[in-house]
């Protein structure tokens, strides 16, 4: 698999990454739905068969299980990966989740997560969210503290907008973003992608295939079937009217996919893989045989004749939903 350098580390990722969100189940308020802790497992071993040298996790997705899951799954592996997790969500008996960025939550944060991924080290430790807002200096100071401890080796932050990442930058150099970025989130173009490209900040794009929506296999009726505990049933990009508008879309980029042999998922990688200041693009499995497809879009690239079809497609879509494509829609808590 193609492999590119994060930001200004000396770590080497592939440019797909495993990433654990649905590994959480649904005993929590983001939840994808019941989930097998075995075929968690199964996929995390598939993934790192196929190449695949990092994964990306938190805390917060299923409460601990995620991490939970992964630290099992790699017990007789951690030296082939690159480990990434994250701070700044916690919960409470009631299993109700809060924010907190200040250094006595973050410190105990990085022990809990340690235990439960049962390392000695985390790679990238990244900030989840910019929450609390005025305790964002004081969370990213304590980040610079445990990567001076040798508690973690690097630092990242996930979700930040332009100016919260400026704000990090200038009191310690940031390893990483990560945000949200797939043909229909195009948010980070404008500003977050050129500003990482000038001070050598890796991105790591999450939702590449919009939770499924770009994997050209979702239908209204599946829509229509998902769980009470899958978050995507109270999100606007699998209702109407966005819905609709969304499977039209795919419909026509699937003609692009199918004149070049590959399905959907892999259009949609490739496209985002584009970007040269892209460093990797996380994509979630939870059941053997879901990373496999994906796997082969590593290192492939489209003509120029295809992105700009694609990019006449994508505009059409924008124009009938722009606030879809908005930097203000939070669709979900990854």
């Known amino acids: 698999m193609?492999?590119?350098?994060?930001?200004?580390?000396?770590?080497?990722?592939?440019?797909?990454?495993?990433?654990?969100?649905?590994?959480?189940?649904?005993?929590?308020?983001?939840?994808?739905?019941?989930?097998?802790?075995?075929?968690?497992?199964?996929?995390?071993?598939?993934?790192?068969?196929?190449?695949?040298?990092?994964?990306?996790?938190?805390?917060?997705?299923?409460?601990?299980?995620?991490?939970?899951?992964?630290?099992?799954?790699?017990?007789?592996?951690?030296?082939?990966?690159?480990?990434?997790?994250?701070?700044?969500?916690?919960?409470?008996?009631?299993?109700?989740?809060?924010?907190?960025?200040?250094?006595?939550s973050i410190k105990k944060e990085l022990e809990d997560s340690l235990e439960r991924l049962r390392i000695e080290q985390i790679d990238l430790y990244q900030m989840h969210w910019p929450e609390p807002d005025e305790e964002i200096e004081e969370g990213w100071s304590t980040i610079v503290e445990l990567i001076n401890e040798g508690k973690i080796r690097y630092g990242g932050v996930s979700n930040f907008s332009l100016e919260q990442l400026r704000r990090v930058q200038a009191i310690h150099p940031v390893t990483s973003l990560q945000p949200p970025y797939s043909m229909f989130r195009r948010a980070i173009e404008s500003d977050l992608l050129p500003y990482c490209q000038e001070n050598g900040i890796g991105v790591l794009a999450y939702s590449p295939m919009q939770a499924g929506l770009l994997t050209g296999k979702f239908t209204r009726e599946r829509a229509a079937s998902l769980s009470e505990t899958d978050w995507r049933k109270r999100n606007p990009f699998f209702n109407e009217p966005q819905l609709s508008v969304n499977l039209d879309t795919i419909e026509s980029l699937q003609s692009i996919a199918e004149r070049n042999r590959l399905t959907m998922a892999q259009l949609a990688l490739i496209w985002i893989l584009r970007e040269p200041v892209l460093t990797a693009a996380i994509v979630g499995a939870r059941r053997p045989g879901q990373i496999g497809e994906t796997l082969k879009a590593s290192g492939v690239g489209l003509s120029n004749s295809d992105l700009e079809e694609i990019e006449s497609i994508l505009r059409q879509r924008e124009e009938k939903v722009p606030e879809m494509s908005g930097a203000q829609l939070r669709p979900q808590q990854k």
């Not at 994808?32 to 199964?42: L, Y």
């Not at 630290?71 to 030296?79: E, K």
């Open 2 to 104: 193609e492999k590119r350098f994060l930001g200004n580390s000396d770590l080497e990722l592939t440019t797909i990454g495993l990433g654990t969100w649905a590994m959480g189940g649904d005993d929590w308020a983001f939840g994808w739905g019941p989930q097998d802790d075995e075929s968690s497992r199964r996929s995390v071993h598939e993934a790192i068969d196929g190449g695949i040298n990092w994964i990306d996790t938190a805390p917060v997705y299923g409460l601990g299980r995620s991490e939970q899951v992964v630290g099992a799954a790699i017990r007789d592996r951690r030296d082939e990966l690159v480990i990434a997790t994250k701070c700044g969500r916690v919960w409470d008996e009631t299993r109700t989740i809060g924010k907190r960025l200040n250094k006595a």
